[in-house]
């Protein structure tokens, strides 16, 4: 095979052309810009990745440690459900809640409710059953009227509920569950938690009524300091300081009770009504208003809350409030029946003794005759 | 007496009526249940 001389000058003369092309494209390429084809100039703006990160998900400079940490401690993700509490994998403060609220919080209710009962066996020990040093006058004075008595039982019956199945909330686990067993304890405390929800509105209104009825008469006067500094004379026999309608510890009982009350109402109804609420960043804003600042006094981070924290809060605190008020009405409950004769009339009948009323409502007796002797008579007691 | 029966009477009322009025927002019908928004303890 050959090949002619013309052909092989046209090849030739097309690598002469191809060699010169490239000697000048070479020669118009400055070498010591050689960096620049490759870098963004120097006023360009460059956009990172948010928070670090490759996209397209790698884990890039970020370890799996890190991100379980940040989620361990709340950090949220992104859902695309419409609940975006969804968004918090791991609640961290719920984990404090729990070791407060399993922990220390009910052993020290626990205590307290039963240094109460002690106390006051002791105070009955020491000091026997209060009674009427004059005795029974046979003659009653109108006390409480029936509507007065229909609020108090109404807040009572529903209180008792409430304590009872509030109660088996706190500590049925570690105390009716290992007698009738778990079969019985469920269903059991799915009616106490039902009733619970619904007694509520029940005490709602006994409080109102109390309130209601007993507001104005429950107004500090000059006579209860004397009553408090004689301890109203429970701890000595033959003293009766003073009192109108009701004495400076009644008062103190009647505020506590409406205080207390209205508390656990609040929180009662942020816990059945959930996530709507958030009364206590409400609270500590009010407080901090005025330079307090309640949650670092109490060791709680500050506010904002999350919703699922308000409930915790709410939780916490319906329970302490609860139980403060159980304790209290072991004592009234006690006073009011055992602890001092010719008490209970005062709920029962509405009607209590002259002579019961002079030693302890002197004022009130008083006010009462000279307005007309109204609510006086002279029925047979049956008091004892 | 009176007055404790009467309570008993009131405390019966209010809780059938708080039953009645508050257990269909407390009972999620399925066509509901399990949505964002409807999320209960």
Known sequence: MTSSPRRKTSVFRRLSLCAAAIAVFLLMVPLGDADASVRPPENATAVAPPGGEIPGKPLGHVSDAEIWHSIRLGAPGTVSIGDGRAATLIQSPGEDWRLVRNGPLFDYMGYLMLATLVLLAAFFGFRGRIRVEHGFSGRKIT????????GH???????IILGLSGLNVSFGREIILPVIGKDAFGPFSMFLKVTHHYVAFAFMLGLAIAFVTWVAQNIPNKYD????????????????????KFNGGQKIFFWATMLGGFSLCLSGWALLFPFEHSYFAGTFATFSAVGIDLPAMIGLPPPPYSAIQEQQFASIWHAVVAILMICMIFAHIYIGSLGMEGAFDAMGTGEVDVNWAKEHHSVWVEE???AGSEGVGTRSTTTG | MKAFLSSIIVLLLVVIGAHFVLKPMWDSPSSSAYTGSNVRL
Not at chain 1, 143 to 150: L, N, P, Q
């Open chain 1, 143 to 150: 006390r409480f009227s029936g509507f007065e008595r229909m």
């Open chain 1, 153 to 159: 039982w109404l807040m009572a019956v529903s209180f």
């Open chain 1, 225 to 244: 300091l004397v009553w408090l500094s004689k301890a109203g004379g429970l701890f000595s026999r033959g003293a009766h300081p003073p009192a109108r």
């Open chain 1, 368 to 370: 009462t005759m000279a």
